[in-house]
Structures are given as structure tokens and as C-alpha cells.
T-cell receptor, first 117, second 117 residues
């Protein structure tokens, strides 16, 4: 298994540009989430999904959109990038243990480092 | 609003020392607590997950304890090695229907650990 993959690894945007950060997992996990990591602030939840077609907001959702059309993919869209969105973005997933009760052990991707100028 | 604090922010120890990292949280109504390791420029790796009904978890040289009533957790690392150098993060979650946190975690800011030979 590749686990959780994220693309691109690095990205530089100009203010006002849009882009999509890709996240995919091959573990058949139901739950996926997006976090941003900023110096001195730890990781903060942006959006999360409890299954295909179901998403909800986290702590810092403004400026970001998500959708989940398949179990495997959970892209994060920046509609109009701002310098305040300069950060490292992590995608995570979790699922069930062999079809039984949910497991909260989180699997994280390697991150996307985004700079907005 | 849940707040998670980790002390110390940074720690430097000689190889072979036993050490303790601290994590405190303001809302004791947690579902579980997780400790993660993050290497520079990488994603997070789950080390230990403690359910709210548990007091501790152990994995190799790592032992994590949880005192929910006082809002504290400690991560104990025995016989530290240079390879343990990394940032250690703790995160808490609230439960939801279905017995899972859905990946909605609140993180501390982390402790940067350096183990020198």
C-alpha cells in the first residue's frame, strides 16, 4: 500500500490564483481530513469527510473548498489564494479495523508546502 | 474551545537518558489522545493512541499515560537514541456517534527533541 499520497510537494502561487491540492489513500478508509501547519500554531483542522459525498468544516475553513466523490480521493481547493494561506498542508485518513469498530489511528500524507506571494 | 499545550517547547538530551514530554488539555471530555512523531519536512507518524477509558499505552521504549481528570498526558521515552530526534505532537479528540472522532483532532504545538551522541 502507498498509504496517503499528496501532490504536489511544493507550490508557489500568486495572490488571487486558484489551485487544487490532491490527496489520495489506498487503505479504503472512510474518514479523511485536511490540516494546515503553521509555525507556533500546531496543526489546525480545515475540513473533514466521513465518507463519499459527506464533508464538513473544521476550525479554519474560510478560503478552502472540498468535495469527496470517491472513497479514495479528497482534494482541497483554494479558490483565490491569499498570503495568509502560506502554510504546509497535510491530509490524513483513518478507518475501521478489519471491518469492525472504527480505529482512530491517523495516517498522514507527506504534506504540500504552499507559498503565496 | 479545547486548547492543548505541550511543555517543553524544545528539549536537548544526551544519548541514553530517559525523558518525559508533557501534554495538557483544557477540556477533559476527550474521546482519545494520540502522540505523533514528525521528522523535518515529513508527515506525522502515529506513535501511541490512548482511549479515554485507558490509563496508559506502551510500544517498545515508549510509554504514554493519560490522566483525563487532570487534563494531562505524558510520553516517556526510555534510553533515548539520536534516532529519536524529531518533533513530538500530542492531539486530542472528542467522540462522535459511531465511536470515532472522524479524524477531528486538536493538536498541541509540539516538543522538538534533540538527542545528541
Amino acid at each position: 500500500n502507498a498509504g496517503v499520497t499528496q501532490t504536489p510537494k511544493f507550490q508557489v502561487l500568486k495572490t488571487g490564483q486558484s489551485m487544487t491540492l490532491q490527496c489520495a489513500q489506498d487503505m479504503n478508509h472512510e474518514y479523511m481530513s485536511w490540516y494546515r501547519q503553521d509555525p507556533g500554531m500546531g496543526l489546525r483542522l480545515i475540513h473533514y469527510s466521513v465518507g463519499a459525498g459527506i464533508t464538513d468544516q473544521g476550525e479554519v475553513p474560510n478560503g478552502y473548498n472540498v468535495s469527496r466523490s470517491t472513497t479514495e480521493d479528497f482534494p482541497l481547493r483554494l479558490l483565490s489564494a491569499a498570503p495568509s494561506q502560506t502554510s504546509v498542508y497535510f491530509c490524513a485518513s483513518s478507518g475501521r479495523l478489519a471491518g469492525l469498530r472504527p480505529s482512530d489511528e491517523q495516517y498522514f500524507g507527506p504534506g504540500t508546502r504552499l507559498t503565496v506571494t | 474551545k479545547q486548547e492543548v499545550t505541550q511543555i517543553p517547547a524544545a528539549l536537548s538530551v544526551p544519548e541514553g537518558e530517559n525523558l518525559v514530554l508533557n501534554c495538557s488539555f483544557t477540556d477533559s471530555a476527550i474521546y482519545n489522545l494520540q502522540w505523533f512523531r514528525q521528522d523535518p519536512g515529513k508527515g506525522l507518524t502515529s506513535l501511541l493512541l490512548i482511549q479515554s477509558s485507558q490509563r496508559e499505552q506502551t510500544s517498545g521504549r515508549l510509554n504514554a499515560s493519560l490522566d483525563k481528570s487532570s487534563g494531562r498526558s505524558t510520553l516517556y521515552i526510555a534510553a533515548s537514541q539520536p534516532g529519536d530526534s524529531a518533533t513530538y505532537l500530542c492531539a486530542v479528540s472528542r467522540g462522535a456517534a459511531g465511536g470515532t472522532s472522524y479524524g477531528k483532532l486538536t493538536f498541541g504545538q509540539g516538543t522538538i527533541l534533540t538527542v545528541h551522541p
